[in-house]
T-cell receptor
Framework: SQQGEEDPQALSIQEGENATMNCSYK?????LQWYRQNSGRGLVHLIL?????REKHSGRLRVTLDTSKKSSSLLITASRAADTASYFC??????????FGAGTTVTVRA | GAGVSQTPSNKVTEKGKYVELRCDPI?????LYWYRQSLGQGPEFLIY????????DSGLPNDRFFAVRPEGSVSTLKIQRTERGDSAVYLC????????????FGSGTRLTVV
């Protein structure tokens, strides 16, 4: 069963705009990870945030984690056409088993 | 190698046949994972290896599915008596240990059972 749930399911934005997507989950976690997937094939690890962290940055990515609300958000700033992909959050329950949501499909229009 | 390699990239098989999917992890990664992703869904956990042993195979859907990693490196996912419902992308990932590191995924094998 999948614990994470992303919102929205799909997002269409203009190049240069910011994209925000949210993830909610149900049980306590060790960490939460965000992945990107192009064309339904391999996933690329973007960022990992541990349960004792509240915010993390990596380049144009900003991730927040609110363990009291069991939610996380991923912000992509100054989006580019190459950011067009599906984005998944994955909760790491026990240091080896990831539970993925169904993903947010992001389309960046040139 | 530089990344996780999965072969074949695509496999079409007839219902009832046996298939093997191969995963070659990053050298030195002791942890190896198999996930399955159906269309429009996120990946679902199948099995986790730490070294040669399957530390958790609770995600394997039934006894037609089996995976091995005999020398602690390459892993093979084996599916017997394939069914149309087995059609999916099978993803392999590896990581250092199994402790809260981001995983490196391969490009997957798209299995189609006709």
């Amino acid at each position: 069963s999948q614990q994470g749930e992303e919102d929205p399911q799909a997002l269409s934005i203009q190049e240069g705009e910011n994209a925000t997507m949210n993830c909610s989950y149900k049980t306590s976690i060790n960490n939460l990870q965000w992945y990107r997937q192009n064309s339904g094939r391999g996933l690329v690890h973007l960022i990992l945030i541990r349960s004792n962290e509240r915010e993390k940055h990596s380049g144009r990515l900003r991730v927040t984690l609110d363990t009291s609300k069991k939610s996380s958000s991923l912000l992509i700033t100054a989006s580019r056409a190459a950011d067009t992909a599906s984005y998944f959050c994955a909760t790491d329950l026990n240091d080896y088993k990831l539970s993925f949501g169904a993903g947010t499909t992001v389309t960046v229009r040139a | 190698g530089a990344g996780v390699s999965q072969t074949p990239s695509n496999k079409v098989t007839e219902k009832g046949k046996y298939v093997e999917l191969r995963c070659d992890p990053i050298s030195g990664h002791t942890a190896l994972y198999w996930y399955r992703q159906s269309l429009g869904q996120g990946p679902e956990f199948l099995i986790y290896f730490q070294g040669t042993g399957a530390a958790d195979d609770s995600g394997l859907p039934n006894d037609r599915f089996f995976a091995v990693r005999p020398e602690g490196s390459v892993s093979t996912l084996k599916i017997q008596r394939t069914e149309r419902g087995d059609s999916a992308v099978y993803l392999c990932a590896s990581s250092l240990r199994g402790q809260g590191h981001g995983y490196t995924f391969g490009s997957g094998t798209r299995l189609t059972v006709v």
